[in-house]
């Protein structure tokens, strides 16, 4: 398989974690040391890959409520063999938003590495 065929995959767990937090190990998608980022009212705002993980844990998943899903990849670029960037958006339950990941090869396997998101609209 290729980088972008690499890429595309990791990508598609992610949307798969997302909607449905069951349905992937969690680890099999984030790196341990990823950092999620966002602003809030201007001020930058950070998790850790661990708190991120207790977060979608924690909550009732969009698959739970019958949320449709929505999702695409909107760019990726590949910065050397072992680092890429994608750009994705996705709905979460009754939110949608707009993340670019950093990914990394990391000992023969595809993990997003930061994860910095924004609310890009809601849905009433």
């Known amino acids: 398989m290729d980088q972008t ?3 595309v995959s990791l990508v598609g767990d992610y949307f798969s974690l997302a909607y449905d937090p069951s349905s992937r190990k969690f680890e099999e998608v984030f790196h ?3 950092q999620i980022q966002w602003l ?3 001020a930058l705002e950070s ?3 661990q708190a991120y993980r207790t977060l979608i844990h924690g909550r009732a998943s969009p698959a739970s409520s019958g949320a449709p899903r929505d999702e695409g990849i909107l760019d990726i670029r590949h910065i050397s063999p072992h680092l890429s960037a994608a750009t994705v958006r996705v709905r979460i339950g009754n939110n949608s938003f707009v993340d670019h990941f950093v990914v ?3 000992e023969g396997k595809w993990l997003i590495t930061n994860k910095s998101s924004f609310l890009a609209g809601s849905f009433a």
């Open 40 to 42: 809030r009212d201007g």
């Open 5 to 7: 065929s690499k890429v």
């Open 32 to 34: 341990p040391h990823c």
């Open 47 to 49: 998790m850790t890959a």
């Open 104 to 106: 990394h090869e990391v």
